[in-house]
């Protein structure tokens, strides 16, 4: 029985919003080693604002040095001197920060990303069904850029800017009067204000244009896969129109995004415009007073001019950090997906050499409203084979599924050696179980990784050894880069005969205790099928298999045959005993008899 995927047009569930204190929370765990590092970057951070403070202190010296007459004029080398050496201090605080966070940024980036992959391969088989490879490799791909992205308008921008505001403040107040600080406070507040309260606004369009992004990625990736399908149907037209659907909603909300950040733009330039003219203004006034120097007019407006850049700045890094949020969102939300399968805490490793596996009145359904098992009950001795026949959708491969704990069994009990497989860790499990799948699928590289993937450390004579026992060796011979030969995405470059047999090799190279064998034949010709089977046959011998097969010949020989229907064992024994019961296999058995002599009529 094959569970049930997700309908074709299906989106991802919608993202649990988290604010920029909850996303910067989730994220101290995986900064907390780099703790060292981060305070030496703010150390050079803070150094870099003072040097930058005293730049416009030292030009008003230097401007009021200058402004006597020219016949007592002497150049003042010790400020400009000053000068220069403040001017490149900023630039080295400044690079070394880079050179001391840079490590972080990208480590922490590196480490959430691994942790989602794990988070993704740990997840059950339920979820990988439902998902959309395209849409969750492209939120894993922005959300790790979004991570770095964030630290460094952190580190680099916005306490920057929150630091030389605070500074330039003090500054003014302590050297004019309150009047300064008043223009200066009242120009940034209004200009936050502002930037805020438009950028919430428009953060629903980049939000509704990242979610299109990842639906056209979804469908193009789907798409792609396929590819083979969309030619048989001449349907080229019909998936354009489709991944279209999504690249047109991403356009009208990237065209809202757009406008909406002229104005947002236009309104900052507007504010910081008219604090700049309201400053300079009070400047010129105290000149013509007396009551100020060219030198502190010079200094008020460097200091204008410093605020300026940054702030300009600092309204695209919130516009850039509230997008970036929206990224990590999706990020967090694939860790957020909770593991219908998991250890227990105190479970054991199991230790399998000739097992004996049980199945005990196993009840189990893919949706909770529909069973698919009905109690099925068997036992595979140590060493022995067990068959299980029946016509499709009986819930065949759905036992080996179940073998693998794939999913978690709504009643009864699967033992491996008398030991629960609930008691036992998942990878002990895995590990001592070996498949050779109807439908193998193969990884996008060379032979020789394919069948290495049964043990990633065997050796190149131990692969040759399994591809000869999987007689596939003088065919890989054949080809002109031999184990190196590229099997292409899925395998599409091999036949399905060929790619059934690397699939064998791969099983036999990992030599298990348990070998379950899902219609390991059923893409090979009868010649290939018989000498299969006798390998097949031979490597069996010692371990305890589970042969799943809808072609009776192959289980002739096994120890014991179910005939499942409907999810509930309806007859069982050997092929002898079978066929003397005159039932639903010796029904089955004729049924195949007569298909395979007519063709040879």
């Given at each position: 029985?094959?569970?049930?995927?997700?309908p074709?047009?299906?989106?991802?569930?919608?993202?649990?919003?988290?604010?920029?204190?909850?996303?910067?929370?989730?994220?101290?765990?995986?900064?907390?080693?780099?703790?060292?590092?981060?305070?030496l970057?703010?150390a050079c951070?803070?150094?870099?604002k003072?040097?930058?403070?005293?730049?416009?202190?030292?030009?008003?010296?230097?401007?009021?040095?200058l402004?006597?007459?020219?016949s007592l004029?002497?150049?003042?080398v010790?400020l400009?001197?000053a000068y220069?050496?403040?001017?490149?201090?900023?630039?080295l605080?400044?690079?070394?920060?880079t050179?001391?966070f840079a490590r972080?940024?990208?480590?922490?980036?590196r480490?959430?990303?691994l942790?989602?992959?794990?988070h993704l391969?740990?997840?059950s088989?339920?979820f990988?069904?439902?998902r959309?490879t395209?849409g969750?490799?492209?939120?894993?791909e922005?959300?790790g850029t979004?991570?770095?992205d964030?630290l460094?308008w952190t580190i680099?921008?916005?306490?920057?800017?929150?630091?030389?505001i605070?500074?330039?403040?003090a500054v003014?107040?302590?050297?004019?009067d309150?009047?300064?600080a008043?223009?200066?406070?009242?120009?940034i507040?209004a200009?936050?204000?502002?930037t805020?309260?438009v950028?919430e606004?428009?953060?629903?369009?980049?939000r509704?244009?990242?979610e299109?992004?990842?639906?056209?990625s979804?469908r193009?990736?789907?798409?792609?896969?396929?590819f083979?399908?969309?030619k048989?149907?001449n349907?080229?037209?019909?998936?354009?129109r489709?991944?279209?659907?999504?690249?047109?909603q991403?356009?009208?909300?990237?065209?809202?995004s757009l406008?909406?950040l002229?104005?947002?733009n236009?309104?900052?330039?507007?504010?910081?415009?008219i604090?700049i003219?309201?400053?300079?203004w009070?400047?010129?006034?105290?000149v013509?007073?007396g009551?100020?120097?060219?030198g502190?007019?010079?200094l008020v407006?460097?200091?204008l001019?410093q605020?300026?850049?940054p702030l300009?700045?600092?309204?695209?890094?919130?516009?850039e950090v509230?997008?970036a949020?929206?990224?990590?969102?999706?990020?967090?939300g694939?860790?957020?997906e909770?593991?219908d399968v998991?250890?227990?805490?105190?479970?054991?490793?199991l230790v399998?050499?000739r097992p004996k596996?049980?199945?005990?009145?196993?009840?189990?359904?893919?949706d909770?409203?529909r069973?698919?098992?009905?109690g099925v009950?068997?036992?595979i001795p140590?060493?022995g084979?067990?068959?299980?026949v029946?016509?499709?959708?009986?819930g065949?491969?759905?036992l080996s599924r179940l073998?693998?704990?794939f999913?978690?069994?709504?009643?009864?009990?699967?033992a491996i050696d008398?030991?629960?497989?609930?008691?036992?860790t998942q990878?002990s499990?895995?590990a001592?179980?070996?498949i050779?799948?109807?439908?193998?699928v193969?990884?996008?590289d060379?032979i020789?990784?394919?069948?290495?993937?049964g043990?990633?450390e065997?050796?190149d004579?131990?692969?040759e050894?399994a591809?000869?026992?999987?007689?596939?060796?003088d065919?890989i011979?054949?080809?002109p880069?031999?184990?190196?030969s590229?099997?292409?995405?899925?395998?599409?470059k091999?036949?399905g005969?060929e790619k059934?047999?690397?699939a064998?090799a791969?099983?036999?190279l990992?030599?298990p205790a348990?070998?379950?064998?899902?219609?390991?034949?059923?893409?090979?010709?009868s010649?290939s099928?018989?000498?299969i089977?006798?390998e097949l046959?031979?490597?069996a011998?010692?371990?305890?298999?589970l042969?799943?097969?809808?072609r009776l010949s192959?289980v002739?020989d096994?120890d014991e045959i179910?005939?499942?229907?409907?999810?509930?064992?309806?007859e069982r024994g050997?092929?002898a005993a079978?066929?003397a019961?005159?039932?639903?296999?010796a029904s089955?058995?004729?049924?195949?008899q007569?298909?395979?002599?007519?063709?040879?009529a």
């Amino acid at each position: 029985m094959t569970p049930p995927s997700a309908p074709a047009n299906a989106d991802a569930p919608p993202v649990a919003e988290r604010s920029i204190g909850a996303i910067l929370r989730e994220l101290v765990p995986f900064l907390r080693p780099y703790l060292g590092r981060i305070l030496l970057a703010l150390a050079c951070l803070v150094a870099a604002k003072l040097a930058n403070l005293g730049v416009p202190m030292i030009l008003k010296g230097l401007v009021d040095g200058l402004d006597v007459e020219p016949s007592l004029l002497v150049l003042p080398v010790a400020l400009l001197l000053a000068y220069g050496a403040s001017r490149l201090s900023v630039t080295l605080f400044t690079e070394l920060r880079t050179i001391v966070f840079a490590r972080v940024m990208a480590r922490s980036s590196r480490t959430v990303m691994l942790r989602v992959f794990r988070h993704l391969h740990a997840l059950s088989l339920r979820f990988h069904l439902n998902r959309r490879t395209g849409g969750v490799a492209r939120d894993v791909e922005r959300g790790g850029t979004a991570i770095s992205d964030l630290l460094d308008w952190t580190i680099y921008t916005i306490l920057p800017t929150i630091l030389e505001i605070a500074l330039v403040t003090a500054v003014l107040v302590w050297n004019y009067d309150w009047g300064f600080a008043a223009i200066t406070l009242g120009t940034i507040a209004a200009y936050v204000a502002w930037t805020f309260r438009v950028t919430e606004w428009r953060t629903r369009f980049y939000r509704a244009a990242v979610e299109a992004d990842t639906r056209a990625s979804a469908r193009a990736v789907d798409s792609l896969l396929n590819f083979e399908t969309v030619k048989y149907f001449n349907n080229e037209e019909h998936e354009a129109r489709r991944y279209d659907e999504n690249l047109r909603q991403m356009e009208d909300a990237t065209v809202k995004s757009l406008k909406s950040l002229a104005v947002l733009n236009l309104g900052q330039s507007a504010i910081v415009a008219i604090g700049i003219t309201a400053l300079m203004w009070r400047a010129a006034a105290g000149v013509a007073a007396g009551e100020m120097t060219i030198g502190d007019l010079v200094l008020v407006n460097a200091y204008l001019l410093q605020l300026s850049a940054p702030l300009n700045f600092l309204g695209m890094v919130y516009r850039e950090v509230k997008q970036a949020i929206t990224n990590i969102e999706r990020l967090f939300g694939l860790l957020d997906e909770s593991q219908d399968v998991r250890d227990r805490p105190d479970a054991t490793t199991l230790v399998a050499t000739r097992p004996k596996v049980e199945f005990t009145d196993v009840h189990f359904g893919y949706d909770a409203r529909r069973e698919i098992l009905h109690g099925v009950s068997f036992t595979i001795p140590p060493g022995g084979t067990l068959a299980v026949v029946g016509h499709s959708g009986s819930g065949k491969s759905t036992l080996s599924r179940l073998l693998y704990r794939f999913y978690e069994i709504s009643g009864g009990s699967i033992a491996i050696d008398g030991q629960d497989l609930r008691s036992v860790t998942q990878d002990s499990v895995r590990a001592a179980i070996g498949i050779v799948p109807q439908d193998t699928v193969l990884f996008n590289d060379t032979i020789r990784y394919n069948i290495r993937y049964g043990r990633p450390e065997a050796s190149d004579e131990e692969v040759e050894a399994a591809a000869r026992s999987a007689h596939i060796h003088d065919f890989i011979l054949t080809l002109p880069d031999g184990y190196e030969s590229e099997v292409g995405e899925r395998g599409l470059k091999l036949s399905g005969g060929e790619k059934q047999r690397v699939a064998i090799a791969r099983a036999l190279l990992k030599n298990p205790a348990i070998l379950i064998f899902d219609e390991a034949t059923s893409a090979l010709d009868s010649a290939s099928e018989q000498a299969i089977q006798d390998e097949l046959d031979r490597i069996a011998v010692g371990r305890t298999t589970l042969v799943i097969a809808h072609r009776l010949s192959t289980v002739m020989d096994a120890d014991e045959i179910l005939v499942l229907d409907g999810g509930s064992v309806v007859e069982r024994g050997s092929h002898a005993a079978l066929l003397a019961r005159n039932g639903r296999y010796a029904s089955m058995w004729r049924l195949q008899q007569q298909e395979e002599s007519t063709p040879a009529a």
